[in-house]
């Protein structure tokens, strides 16, 4: 989870978020490359003498410094699309999870055994306990196993609301009517921590999502309760 005065992103805990931070890094590094040439060339101006009063055209230069910027955009788009297929590939799921946003909690229900469902609210600040996270913590935690391909089914009961991890790159709205798809594979065990990422209503900034990554004979325990 994201702690004091961390503004990057959070460590991944999935190959997924492992590549959107590569993605971030490569991205940003062609930004920092184009911020420095234009504001070296901007600065420079200032300190130009030469000026040629019949300058018209310049045919050379325009094809340049139209065709360059182009092609350096393709070394983002490319990657980019890339990233936005792979997230979109469904690797045989061993497991189902199904997520139902409300006004303003989340239910979860493991369709693949049964009459296992059940809601999950944030813990209010004067009820947390002394190790609690604030506007973070949730009553009931969603169990899934480490290292093993999981499908989420993400849909809404009243209006629009967004399942979010971002330590799993996951982002799913959940809309009335609606049944989205995700998946993802979480690769070490731990609590993470995501939100709500619609704005859907006045309780929006309350409903979070918790996550327990256990290994999997962990997992067959708790489900089997
Ligand atoms: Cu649900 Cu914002």
Redesign the pocket.
Known sequence: MSTWANLGLQDSASPLMEQLIFFHDHALLILVMITVLVGYLMFMLFFNNYVNRFLLHGQMIEMIWTILPAIILLFIAFPSLRLLYLLDEINEPSITLKSI?H??YWSYEYSDFNDIEFDSYMIPTNELSTDGFRLLDVDNRIVLPMNSQIRILVTAADVI??WTIPALGVKVDGTPGRLNQTNFFINRPGLFYGQ??????AN?SF?PIVIESVPINYFIKWITN
């Open positions: 946003g006004q303003w609301h967004s709500c990422s619609e704005i859907c209503g929006h409903m």
